[in-house]
């Protein structure tokens, strides 16, 4: 159900997070879905409608009429998915971050792969990351595309930010490597 | 074989006409319901144009329409969200059944129908359509709005209630006494619950054998089971349409959502022909006299039902407007009634006639009041001038 799938998705989300930062308000709707439903930094009352259908609404309360939502924007189930992911993107490393800051020892850091860089237009395997320096390469963030668990060839490009989790030590050897 | 031409030519002609007054219909965001019950006046006895060689195709398809509406109504049934919308709207369900039912009943009585018509009425006149409701609410951008939890939550409640009613109602049309209804409304409720906790505790189970993984199988398996099932009930006496309601019931989550898929346009095209059907059994002639009744039945039952939202609404601390919005997209009457009217309509010819009119008026009137219902405040202040992130309109 895709209620329930939309329910899902936020819920790993708070996962990977650690904890919801914004608090959300749940609020169901028999036969149609969800609303969900949180006040921004800015005072706007923001809610979200998933439907079962897949598709989302997304609007905002105002202040003269606390019960009526202006509708915003209607998203189908693909591009949701799409609006998820860009928004999404730039705070993956982010969110590494945060998981690391629980295991003692281990961290996270990007990478930026330069023009002049050796592995600029080589496969991600001819890093010998792991083997070299013991720290994984967990995400390749190309734009607005993350490539998430990159195999050995996949093939790094200039302006690629590799998202690593390891030592200090072997985070800051891999830079080495990299930029070199 | 012998392909019978008449009949062909005449189902694809009303397919046809029915595809362009439905299109006139969603053109003006209105309900195609009463616009398929006006060409079933138009073809039936008495009518203009009469089919009599699709005549027993309709009639034999209005019946699957009924078993198919029914199962999907069950099909989009959850019992988290009956049980939430009943225990946070309890007083607002009850206070809905009450005032709506009331008017049906005392219609009834003041036009000396017998008890079933008069309780038939008083269904008629109780349940909203959740159909309309549903759809017209997603089409006006208001599933966001705080008015709406209340609204569906009654829509749920009110649908559930009918697995009690129709099966008391098809018992008591059938000719039976007090007591028989009585057991039919017991089984009806025991095998409702039956299914409910069936689907709660073994419902991968119910599905692994009603949701086979190739959507062919899948069709045809689960439209088989829900006919015999269907058929049983009414053998019973429990009405048809109680039994596929409760294979509805029976399934849950991927299986249901499955099945509403490979279900979907055999539904529209089955209750289609299930509404012309209604329409084609009532005589123009009988409709003439009984419009004063329907009318002023239908201004009474839009009173009741924008009280009703108005008290929904104040339960959940809505504000005026909001309360306004609750009470008129509550006033659509559509399919639930025409089903009710099916089960006990040949108990008096003018019983039909008054709730076709009357469901004719409230399907096209319920969405157009609410549209009109009051929305966008009348003079928006400027918002501070820090905020101009926010939308604002000028």
Same mark, same amino acid.
């Given at each position: 159900?895709?209620?329930?799938?939309?329910?899902?998705?936020?819920?790993?989300?708070?996962?990977?997070?650690?904890?919801?930062?914004?608090?959300?308000?749940?609020?169901?709707?028999?036969?149609?879905?969800?609303?969900?439903?949180?006040?921004?930094?800015?005072?706007?009352?923001?809610?979200?409608?998933?439907?079962?259908?897949?598709?989302?609404?997304?609007?905002?309360?105002?202040?003269?009429?606390?019960?009526?939502?202006?509708?915003?924007?209607?998203?189908?189930?693909?591009?949701?998915?799409?609006?998820? /992911?860009?928004?999404?993107?730039?705070?993956?490393? /982010?969110?590494?971050?945060?998981?690391?800051?629980?295991?003692?020892?281990?961290?996270?850091?990007?990478?930026?792969?330069?023009?002049?860089?050796?592995?600029?237009?080589?496969?991600?395997?001819?890093?010998?990351?792991?083997?070299?320096?013991?720290?994984?390469?967990?995400?390749?963030?190309?734009?607005?595309?993350?490539?998430?668990?990159?195999?050995?060839?996949?093939?790094?490009?200039?302006?690629?930010?590799?998202?690593?989790? =390891?030592?200090?030590?072997?985070?800051?050897?891999?830079?080495?490597?990299?930029?070199? | 074989?012998?392909?019978?031409?008449?009949?062909?030519?005449?189902?694809?002609?009303?397919?046809?006409?029915?595809?362009?007054?439905?299109?006139?219909?969603?053109?003006?965001?209105?309900?195609?319901?009463?616009?398929?019950?006006?060409?079933?006046?138009?073809?039936? /006895?008495?009518?203009?144009?009469?089919?009599?060689?699709?005549?027993?195709?309709?009639?034999?398809?209005?019946?699957?329409?009924?078993?198919?509406?029914?199962?999907?109504? =069950?099909?989009?049934?959850?019992?988290?969200?009956?049980?939430?919308?009943?225990?946070?709207?309890?007083?607002?369900?009850?206070?809905?059944?009450?005032?709506?039912?009331?008017?049906?009943?005392?219609?009834?009585?003041?036009?000396?129908?017998?008890?079933?018509?008069?309780?038939?009425?008083?269904?008629?006149? +109780?349940?909203?359509?959740?159909?309309?409701?549903?759809?017209?609410?997603?089409?006006?951008?208001?599933? =966001?709005?705080?008015?709406?939890?209340?609204?569906?939550?009654?829509?749920?409640?009110?649908?559930?209630?009918?697995?009690?009613?129709?099966?008391?109602?098809?018992?008591?049309?059938?000719?039976?006494?007090?007591?028989?209804?009585?057991?039919?409304?017991?089984?009806?409720? $025991?095998?409702?619950?039956?299914?409910? $906790?069936?689907? +709660?505790?073994?419902?991968?189970?119910?599905?692994?054998?009603?949701?086979?993984?190739?959507?062919?199988?899948?069709?045809?398996?689960?439209? =088989?089971?829900?006919?015999?099932?269907?058929?049983?009930?009414?053998?019973?006496?429990?009405?048809?349409?109680?039994?596929?309601?409760?294979?509805?019931?029976?399934?849950?989550?991927?299986?249901?959502?499955?099945?509403?898929?490979?279900?979907?346009?055999?539904?529209?095209?089955?209750?289609?022909?299930?509404?012309?059907?209604?329409?084609?059994?009532?005589?123009?002639?009988?409709?003439?006299?009984?419009?004063?009744?329907?009318?002023?039945?239908?201004?009474?039952?839009?009173?009741?039902?924008?009280?009703?939202?108005? +008290?929904?609404?104040?339960?959940?601390?809505?504000?005026?407007?909001?309360?306004?919005?609750?009470?008129?997209?509550?006033?659509?009457?559509?399919?639930?009634?025409?089903?009710?009217?099916?089960?006990?309509?040949?108990?008096?010819?003018?019983?039909?006639?008054?709730?076709?009119?009357?469901?004719?008026?409230?399907?096209?009137?319920?969405?157009?009041?609410?549209?009109?219902?009051?929305?966008?405040?009348?003079?928006?202040?400027?918002?501070?001038?820090?905020?101009?992130?926010?939308? $604002?309109? /000028?």
């Amino acid at each position: 159900m895709a209620a329930a799938r939309a329910r899902g998705r936020a819920g790993t989300d708070a996962q990977l997070m650690g904890m919801m930062r914004v608090d959300v308000n749940e609020v169901l709707l028999p036969g149609v879905g969800l609303r969900y439903e949180f006040v921004n930094r800015d005072g706007d009352r923001v809610g979200i409608v998933a439907r079962r259908s897949g598709d989302f609404e997304l609007m905002v309360y105002t202040a003269e009429d606390p019960d009526e939502a202006r509708p915003v924007l209607r998203f189908t189930s693909e591009e949701a998915d799409t609006v998820a /992911e860009i928004l999404g993107a730039p705070r993956i490393a /982010e969110r590494f971050a945060d998981l690391t800051r629980e295991v003692p020892g281990l961290s996270a850091g990007q990478i930026q792969i330069d023009p002049g860089s050796p592995y600029a237009d080589r496969v991600l395997g001819d890093t010998r990351a792991r083997t070299r320096t013991g720290a994984s390469i967990v995400a390749v963030v190309r734009g607005e595309e993350v490539i998430a668990s990159p195999g050995p060839a996949q093939l790094l490009r200039p302006g690629d930010v590799l998202v690593v989790v =390891g030592t200090r030590e072997g985070i800051a050897g891999l830079q080495h490597i990299v930029q070199d | 074989m012998h392909t019978p031409t008449a009949l062909l030519l005449e189902l694809g002609i009303i397919l046809a006409a029915l595809s362009g007054l439905g299109a006139l219909a969603r053109r003006f965001a209105l309900s195609p319901v009463p616009l398929y019950l006006v060409a079933g006046l138009a073809l039936g /006895e008495g009518g203009i144009a009469p089919v009599p060689a699709a005549r027993e195709f309709v009639d034999t398809g209005a019946a699957i329409g009924v078993i198919l509406l029914l199962l999907v109504l =069950g099909l989009e049934f959850t019992v988290r969200e009956f049980t939430a919308g009943l225990r946070r709207h309890r007083a607002s369900a009850a206070v809905d059944l009450v005032l709506n039912a009331a008017p049906g009943a005392a219609a009834g009585w003041l036009l000396g129908l017998d008890t079933v018509g008069t309780m038939a009425l008083a269904g008629a006149t +109780y349940v909203s359509s959740s159909g309309i409701v549903a759809r017209l609410l997603g089409d006006l951008r208001r599933l =966001g709005n705080r008015e709406t939890p209340a609204v569906l939550s009654l829509l749920v409640v009110e649908d559930f209630a009918m697995a009690g009613f129709l099966p008391l109602l098809a018992v008591m049309a059938a000719g039976g006494t007090w007591w028989q209804a009585l057991l039919a409304v017991v089984v009806a409720i $025991t095998a409702v619950a039956g299914a409910v $906790t069936g689907s +709660y505790r073994w419902g991968h189970h119910v599905g692994r054998v009603l949701s086979p993984p190739d959507p062919e199988q899948l069709l045809l398996r689960l439209f =088989g089971v829900t006919l015999v099932i269907a058929a049983l009930a009414e053998l019973i006496h429990v009405s048809a349409a109680v039994g596929a309601f409760l294979i509805g019931l029976s399934l849950t989550g991927e299986a249901a959502e499955r099945a509403r898929d490979v279900l979907a346009p055999l539904r529209d095209l089955f209750a289609a022909v299930f509404f012309l059907a209604l329409g084609m059994s009532v005589d123009p002639t009988d409709l003439v006299p009984m419009l004063p009744a329907a009318v002023a039945l239908a201004v009474v039952g839009a009173a009741t039902k924008l009280a009703t939202g108005w +008290y929904a609404g104040g339960r959940d601390r809505i504000g005026r407007r909001g309360r306004l919005r609750a009470g008129t997209a509550l006033i659509a009457r559509g399919e639930f009634s025409v089903v009710i009217i099916g089960l006990a309509g040949s108990a008096d010819q003018r019983l039909g006639a008054l709730v076709t009119a009357y469901v004719m008026l409230l399907a096209v009137c319920g969405p157009v009041l609410t549209r009109l219902a009051p929305t966008r405040p009348t003079a928006i202040p400027r918002r501070h001038a820090n905020s101009s992130g926010s939308p $604002t309109i /000028e």
